[in-house]
Structures are given as C-alpha cells and as structure tokens.
C-alpha cells in the first residue's frame, strides 16, 4: 500500500473503533494518524524501511506496526478483525442516530439491511416492527432521523475543508501528466464553510486518465455521480469531493468555471450572448465562427467580456459585475504581504499555549515588525484573565522578552465589554495599554435593545480602540449575537475605534455584509489571528480571505502600517 491507501485503513479502523464503542482515545489516535500519514513529504516507503515512522509527529510503536503491516501485505490484520467483528454497513448505518451496533447485528440478521436505502425500503414495508426490540415507537424515530439525516448540512468549516483538499491535490501529484491542480468552487472564493470541495486539474495528455487516477484515491467510498472529464464522490469521512480535468489548454476556462457562484456565472453568460461569445467549462469561443478565443489566465476571460478583472473572492454576484463594467473593482485588495503586524495573541499568562517569547520568534520569523499580546481580562476567568498582579508580572515578561527580540512587542488586552457596557479593568489601567480590544464573551442572548446598547455603550468610551470578534459567532455552533448592527456601526464610524476581522476558522467574524456596510461609513480594520498558539498565526491568511471578500483595501487595515504608526493609530491617548 502507498501512503494514500494506508490513511485511509487508518482511518476506517478509527472510525470501526469510535463505533465498536471500544477505546475512544485509541479511536482518535488512528483517525489523527490518517491525517499524519496522508501528509508526509518526500519517499514515505523509505521511512517504512528504515523504521523511521515514529519520527512522524502521533505515531508510536504500536501504530507503526500497523502501519508496517499495511505497508508490506496490504492488508491489516486489526482492521480485518473489526470488519468481522462488526455488522455489514456498520460504517453507513451508524450514521443515523439510535442505531448501535446491537441494533445493527439484529437488522442484518433479521432482515439482510446493510444501508440506509436498505432501511428506508424496509420501513416503507412496515417490516421492523417484527424484529424484538423494534415497534412502531422505534420505526416513527428512525423515520425522523433519517429525514433530519437527508436534509443535514453537509458544509464543513473552510480550515478543514483546505485541508481534505490539499490531500487530494497531493495525492493527483503523484501523476505525472498533471500540469495545473487547484481547489475551487467555495474554498477558492473563501467562503466560511464550503459544501462540496472542488479540485480542478490540467493535464498534458489525457483528462480521462486523471479522472481515473481520481477515482483511485483510497479514501472514496461512494463515487456520486460520473461524467467524461469529471465526477464527485464522498470520502470516508463524508465530506464531498469534486474532480474535474480538461488539457492543459483548457485549463482557465475550467478553472473560472469551478471558481465563480452561479449567480457570477450567470451574469457573465449574459454579456457574453449579449457580444457573441459563449463561456462553457472547456471553452471561450465566438458564436458566430465557433472560434475558440485565446485565454491564457482568467483575466483574458474577462477582457473578451470587456470587464475587469474579478478575483475569485469577490464572484458572489453581489454587484462585482456591474462594478467591473464600471472599472470600479479595487487594484488594491488586502493581501498577505500587506501585514506588518500580528494583532491579537494569547499567552500562557492567559488562555494560549506558547510563553511571549515563542510568540514574538514565531512572529517574528513570519516576517512581522510588531506583535500584540492580548490577553484576557479579568472578567473571563474561566480563560484565564489576568487580575492586576498578574496583569504586572504579564508587563514585567514582556520588557524582558523585548531586550531578546527585534520585532516590537506591543502590551494589549482582549477586554471584555461588561453587561452594561463598561470596560474590563479600572480606566487608569486601561490607559497604559498600547492597543485596548474589547469583546464580548457572556451574556450572548441579551435581547437586540440590550445588546444594541451594550455595544453602542463600549463604543462611545474613548479608549475603546479595536471592536474584537464583533458579532461573537463560533461558525456552526453559535449564531451571532442579536444586535441592530447598522446602528452600531453609524456610531462606530463617528468614532476612532476600528472592527477586527478575526482570522480564527471558527469565527471569521466580521461577516463580508457587515464589512462592506463599515467600509461604507469609512470604518478602519485589523485584520487578526486570536492566535492562541504558534501554529494559529497561520490564522492570518483566512482573515485576509474574508476580508476580501468583504472587498477591503490596503489602506483600510490599520495593521498595514508599522509599528509607530500602528502605535499611534490604536493609542488610547489618541
């Protein structure tokens, strides 16, 4: 087996172990491993031959055995163990709750069901109710959960969504003819949470032998639907994935059209009848000649439609059109490289996992000029707030750190805005902050009046600087708060204060609508990581993507200035 087949064993036996009800942390351990194996760069087989596999980060000696087993036979005599063990479609039908294993072993004995489409037929034909344990109470509850199970969200977050598909895309690399890979589709436009990854290849010869490379890859356990140069599957773990691949001559055109929404899509289909020209997913031609156009990047699709460039964040069909026409799409988008700042970092004086120094190296080693460490205040105990005596040993840490380090450390704190709208920590204390970030963290089902006065309330104090995660959403498990933002916002933009747009993949708050309503009232931003750790100053690049989204410019982001001028920005005596 090559890397590919054996992460996906892995993580079939994490799966059978998480339903077998056995060891969960054993359970989590191969799923973790999966991820581990599937991601190993340069000759795997060769760590395999030099019992080298413990060198990768999760694997111990008795996975490694494992994995050996998996390496050399190609089969694993664990996994088989399980598979014996545990019912037919266990993997399928344990997804819908209240069935065990128990209640699976009886409805494949009884009645042979071994998937949901099995089950369904079988409840159609009222046949449960004659196998002991199952009557009409059980056959009305699996009738609800398999309708709440058809019309589930399937959209997992962007972060895990890049992830999954970065494997893909590793795994297409081991062909040769592969010229150009790419995830498009949701993750390329950088939408919070994606439903179907979609990956696009060129090839220098035959698109159809990277589609059948695709439908290789070990962990696709349904191939949905299937076409000439395309096709889309589900893998192991659910998630969908979508594979389309045209010449390497071809490519733009495909790329484009697995990039835009419909609705961007649609809008351009429209001028190009409206000129004589046809857009597909394989080709630009002229309609009266059938003449393919010339395309050589997608900026030349938008200049046969005479519009401007449209990047990939931007195709919502939200206006980017009309603005294209118009020549009013921004040449200075926020990009990466536009960030001289780290703004928003947890310690272990708070919540984080890594000390002030490992922050400020790592920081530092990214490039960045300065570094605010942010932590929490004391109010959000349960993170760890620092009290005032804490708050001096915290400022004490940080004067030693910066004798060690060029890049600038800069004292902050992530604020909480009380009930009533004050701020945490006394005003003389909050005066000899360089940067104040004030969030809220409790009290999220205050009613619109409250909560709208509570925010309006913190804004109008004046050392009130960075308005932090604004609206509180954590992405599929809290909504936002309850607020009448427009009028939030007419107040902020009276005001010196800016709004974070907050890189954490769980947050990704402000959402695109409320910042483009701020960019109307000439809000300023800074765009974050709420890094709790040094691995989530990574956080910064999906931040930049929302805030695209959101259509931000350079001169917008506070945290594109350097370090005095940031300073100056954000001080409370400003």
Known sequence: MDRFEIAAALQEIGLLLRISGKDQYRSQAYTRAAQAVSAVDGDFAALVRQKRLTDIKGIGQSLAGVIEELHSTGRSSLLDSLRSELPRGVLELSKIPGLTVTRIQALNQALGISSISDLKAALEAGKLRDIPGFGAKTEEALREQISRYDNRDDRILLSAALKIGERVIDYMRTLDEIVSIDLAGSIRRWKETVAVIRVTAGVSKSPQRALRHFLQYPPIIEVISKERNASTVTLSDGVKVSFSAASSNDYW????????????????????????????????????????????????????????????????????????????????????????????????????????????????????????????????????????????????????????????????????????????????????????????????????????KRVITALRNPLFKVWGHPLGRLLQRRPPISCRMEEILDVAGQSAAAIEISGSPHRLDLEPRWIKEARKRSIKFVISTDAHSVSELENLKFGIGIARRGGVRRREVLNTLGPAAFQRSVSSKA
């Open 253 to 452: 055109n495909l790329l484009h059209h697995e990039t835009g929404s419909r609705a961007h899509l649609e809008g351009l289909e429209t001028i190009g009848k409206q000129k004589g020209i046809q857009l597909t997913s394989a080709k630009l031609k002229a309609l009266k000649s059938r003449r393919s156009l010339s395309v050589s990047g997608e900026e030349d699709i938008y200049r046969h439609l005479d519009l401007q460039y449209v990047p990939p964040e931007l195709r919502e069909g939200d206006g980017e059109i009309a603005a294209a026409r118009a020549g009013k799409i921004p040449s200075d988008l926020i990009v990466l490289d536009d960030i001289k700042g780290m703004v928003h970092c947890h310690t272990t004086f708070s919540d984080g996992r890594h000390s002030i120094e490992e922050m400020a190296r790592a920081s530092e080693s990214m490039g960045m000029e300065y570094l605010t460490i942010s932590d929490h205040s004391p109010t959000a105990s349960y993170a760890g707030g620092l009290t005032l005596d804490r708050l001096k040993r915290q400022w004490e840490e940080i004067s030693r750190v910066q004798e060690k380090v060029s890049i600038r450390l800069l004292r902050a704190t992530e604020s909480d805005i009380l009930r009533d709208g004050a701020l945490d920590y006394p005003d003389n204390i909050l005066e000899k902050f360089d940067l104040i970030i004030a969030s809220i963290h409790n009290r999220y089902k205050l009613d619109e009046d409250q909560m709208t």
